[in-house]
């Protein structure tokens, strides 16, 4: 039976070993402008939230996110997703972090995805508002 649940603040760290490797390519595709330890060290100050997939045999997959503070809106921005058979607990995992929403007061969930991961936004009522766009200077 497939579970998701947001880890506790105090089990963070113990956590943090088990969805390292699920993370670390999404990770990567911020050109540099995180690392896994700058992750582990939000998630595990508090300021980021780890959810995670697991049975009772695995951990499928994870999510961070972070309550994002607007002048006239809240919003639970999704920041780092991995994982293994998506399918399997995507849908469970957007039930309990819309829930956390509601809970925490917030008006909606936002993020910045790969342009593969549309499809499953869009079949749950996601609306894709623009494109990110970014070259390097050096």
């Known amino acids: ?13 113990s956590a943090w070993n088990d969805v390292r490797d699920y993370l670390e390519p999404a990770v990567k595709l911020t050109k540099g ?7 582990c060290a939000a998630v595990v100050s508090g ?3 780890l959810w995670v997939a697991f049975d ?13 503070y607007y002048p ?11 994982g293994k058979d998506f399918d399997l607990w995507y849908g469970l995992l957007l039930q309990q972090i819309t829930q ?25 009522g996601f609306e894709k508002s623009s494109a990110f766009y970014e070259k390097e200077i050096v």
Request: hydrophobic residues 40%.
């Open 47 to 49: 300021n980021t939230q």
């Open 100 to 124: 956390y929403a509601r809970d925490m007061g917030c008006h909606g969930i936002e993020g910045v995805a790969r342009f593969g991961f549309w499809k499953h936004l869009q079949e749950d």
């Open 33 to 39: 402008r995180w690392t896994t330890e700058h992750l």
């Open 72 to 82: 006239a809106k809240t919003m639970l921005a999704m920041h780092f997703l991995g």
């Open 1 to 13: 039976l497939m579970k998701i649940s947001l880890v506790p603040l105090e089990h963070t760290a």
């Open 56 to 68: 009772d045999e695995k951990v499928w997959g994870c999510l961070t996110t972070e309550i994002a």
